[in-house]
């Protein structure tokens, strides 16, 4: 069975969730990521509910300017009260809207991976146009990683591929961006690393697996449910 790699479950009414587990039955897990301190706890009751959801916390690069002052000390005791839980969803955005913060975001970037790093903890990353400091920042670190809805050039990937990484997709991320460039990153990904996510609500992720076949011109659903299995074993 394969896994959501990377869905946002935590912000929906009683009635979407029931609704969004309702199609889950071909899911071995769903990773539900928080993205600020005010989502940890609905992540972690979640989680408690309902054994399909593998949570991770973490504050993601848009919400760094919302932390309170123990942001840091209330993570690490939740992560160590919860010792299946990951951190995510982190990383840098250089986007023009969120830029002003980059000082703030690789603050709380590092603080985060220094926490994954003690606790030996997967990471979620999310990058939009940080990725020159993300490269330099991870290569202080030894940390699994999963660069969720990747998308960026050859030269980051190949850098990116010397580190323990996984790289995952949307069946979204898959229709709108260029073949010809998906063919060619996908190509250079090793099979072992690849997965698929939502980035929401679960839906047709085997819709999802169809695709990269395709691009990648070959059967990849028993891989990626293996690397699935792979990752939440970490
Ligand atoms: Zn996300």
Known sequence: ???????????????????????????????????????????????????????????????????????????????????????????????????????????????????????????????????EDLIRIIKQYKLTILFHGFYASVEILKELLKFDAYFSFSSKLLIHHPQEKLSELLNLIPDNRLLVESDGVPTELNETVKLLSKIKGKELEKIIEQNGEHLIST
């Open 1 to 131: 069975m394969l896994i959501d790699a990377h869905a946002h479950l935590q912000n929906l009414s009683a009635e979407e969730l029931k609704h969004a587990l309702a199609f889950t039955d071909n899911l071995q897990k769903i990773v539900v990521n928080a993205t600020c301190e005010a989502d940890w706890n609905d992540t972690l009751n979640l989680a408690s509910r309902y054994h399909i959801i593998a949570p991770q916390l973490g504050i993601h690069p848009w919400y760094v300017d919302t932390v309170s002052e123990c942001w840091l000390q209330k993570l690490s005791s939740l992560l160590l009260e919860n010792a299946n839980c990951g951190i995510g969803e982190i990383g840098l955005d250089y986007s023009p809207k969120y830029k002003e913060y980059r000082e703030t975001q690789l603050l709380i970037f590092s603080a985060q991976l220094n926490l994954a790093a003690d606790l030996k903890r997967p990471v979620s990353i999310h990058c939009v146009k940080g990725w």
